[in-house]
């Protein structure tokens, strides 16, 4: 069984500049996660998902980042535009009614 | 969700039982304790989560005080690919509102 994929796995980008992250969890889970982790730290929840619905979003910067999880399914985060604070792995996990999390391997930004 | 305070960083030799402490001691009655793991460069792992009684599983055992303010991980013959960092965490049992610290760094070592 696929675990969850995200691409790409690095990117690297100029301030200012907009970039998407995507991510496909593992089939059939309903709960989808973006996390931001900065270097050396834990991540940290940006988004939660429930199916299609965005029922966590008070730790996404709003004024820059929107995500979207239109199908109930797959999922893409995106910054516009991006600044030097943004350079972190940006994570996506799904799970299947809140129970246990599965990570995908993360999409590591740098922004220049 | 009850903070938990972990060492920064551990040393264990391979074949050796590894213990990884943890403090909670502001854990409420309907909080589990939540271990995961993150090898570099990849996504954390889940490992174990457990109430009020001790569980074991195919990768490690959790070890949780009567009091339930601290809890124990026990890594029963460490090897090199269990070197990683390891998250303590404490949440309710749906686990929506998982909060990950710095955790603490394993290195096993040959």
């Known amino acids: 069984e696929a675990g969850v994929v995200q691409s790409p796995r690095y990117k690297i980008i100029e301030k200012k500049q907009p970039v998407a992250f995507w991510c496909n969890p593992i089939s059939g889970h309903n709960t989808l996660y973006w996390y931001r982790q900065n270097l050396g730290q834990g991540p940290e929840l940006l988004i939660r998902y429930e199916n299609e619905e965005a029922v966590d979003d008070s730790q996404l910067p709003k004024d820059r980042f929107s995500a979207e999880r239109l199908k109930g399914v797959d999922s893409t985060l995106k910054i516009q535009p991006a600044e030097l604070g943004d350079s972190a792995v940006y994570l996506c996990?799904?799970?299947?009614?809140?129970?246990?999390?599965?990570f995908g391997p993360g999409t590591r930004l740098t922004v220049l | 969700d009850a903070k938990t305070t972990q060492p920064t960083s551990m040393d264990c030799a391979e074949g050796r039982a590894a213990n990884l402490p943890c403090n909670h001691s502001t854990i409420s009655g309907n909080e589990y304790v939540y271990w995961y793991r993150q090898i570099h460069s990849q996504g954390p792992q889940y490992i174990i989560h457990g109430l009020k009684n001790n569980e074991t599983n195919e990768m490690a055992s959790l070890i949780i005080t009567e009091d339930r303010k601290s809890s124990t991980l026990i890594l029963p013959h460490a090897t090199l690919r269990d070197t990683a960092v390891y998250y303590c965490?404490?949440?309710?049992?749906?686990?929506?509102?998982?909060?990950f610290g710095a955790g603490t760094t394993v290195t096993v070592r040959a």
């Open positions: 965490i404490v949440s309710g049992s749906n686990d929506y509102k998982l909060s």
């Open positions: 996990a799904s799970s299947l009614d809140g129970q246990g999390r599965f």
